[in-house]
């Protein structure tokens, strides 16, 4: 089935850590790069970070860089984002994304297959 369904989010206290996860059937993911995005109420879609369908270089957005990590495991047919140090401002809606298959440069892919998105809340 062509989907992706991303799980992990919920209610997180400042300083905390979730672990997302993006899942698909067997192979949709494989060799595809994966992008991270979040959408906050009343701002645009952002992407935050991206793994590459062939070596698995990762990008990382400024405001999370050291803070999140994204690994891949394709014996899961699963993407993660390890998220630790929250903080308010990550709140949002984070969503999982597939690009074009053996693109290397995952920040400049284009994302055409979305998973419904998991809500992230940090507060106290």
């Known amino acids: 089935q062509l989907q992706l369904v991303e799980s992990g989010g919920g209610l997180v206290q400042p300083g905390g850590s979730l672990r997302l996860s993006c899942a698909g059937a067997?192979?949709?993911?494989?060799?595809?790069?994966i992008g991270w995005f979040r959408q906050a109420p009343g701002k645009e879609r952002e992407v935050i970070s991206c793994i590459s369908g062939t070596d698995d270089s990762t990008y990382y957005k400024d405001s999370v860089q050291g803070r999140f990590t994204i690994s891949r495991d394709m014996a899961k047919n699963t993407v993660y984002l390890q998220m630790s140090g929250l903080k308010p401002e990550d709140t949002a809606v984070y969503y999982c994304?597939?690009?074009?298959?053996?693109?290397?440069?995952?920040?400049?892919?284009?994302?055409?297959?979305w998973g419904q998105g998991t809500q992230v809340i940090v507060s106290s």
């Open positions: 994304a597939r690009g074009r298959r053996w693109e290397r440069h995952c920040m400049s892919s284009l994302y055409d297959l």
């Open positions: 067997v192979g949709i993911l494989d060799y595809y790069p």
